[in-house]
């Protein structure tokens, strides 16, 4: 079944799964519920498996991603004098944490290159939706 045609329970249940998490739980004071319903019909689910990469820094941002299991290292790619890359650890996500916006709000590419370092189950909200919900907020 397509996010899009999730049933009434289906978002119920969504909801529930949700509540602890930050985003969502800021969100829905600034939004009604229509709106969060309207969110979390438009949330997909991704999995990684552990050291896969989920994006790199330069490339167009498409999504805004959940972690809702797993976790992730934020990596920034330096370019060293002599040619070579060095990759700098910014910090880990794991669950709860969210990443993926600053290009979407910004519109420019990813500042930095995300890394699975274990299995890792995220929701995943494309940039039109993402967009649209943070209007209403």
Request: one cysteine or more.
């Amino acid at each position: 079944k397509t996010s899009k045609n999730r049933t009434k329970t289906e978002i119920s249940n969504l909801h529930l799964c949700f509540e602890n998490v930050k985003f969502f739980k800021d969100l829905k004071t600034k939004v009604n519920e229509g709106v969060m319903d309207q969110l979390l019909r438009y949330l997909n689910y991704v999995h990684y498996k552990k050291n896969e990469v989920i994006f790199e820094k330069g490339k167009t941002g498409r999504h805004f991603y959940i972690i809702l299991d797993g976790s992730v290292e934020v990596l920034l790619p330096i370019v060293q004098p002599d040619g070579t890359t060095e990759t700098k650890l910014l910090r880990v996500l794991s669950s709860g944490d969210e990443f993926g916006e600053l290009a979407l709000l910004d519109h420019k590419p990813r500042t930095a290159t995300i890394k699975c370092l274990e299995s890792t189950h995220l929701a995943a909200l494309d940039k039109k939706h993402f967009i649209r919900i943070l209007s209403y907020s």
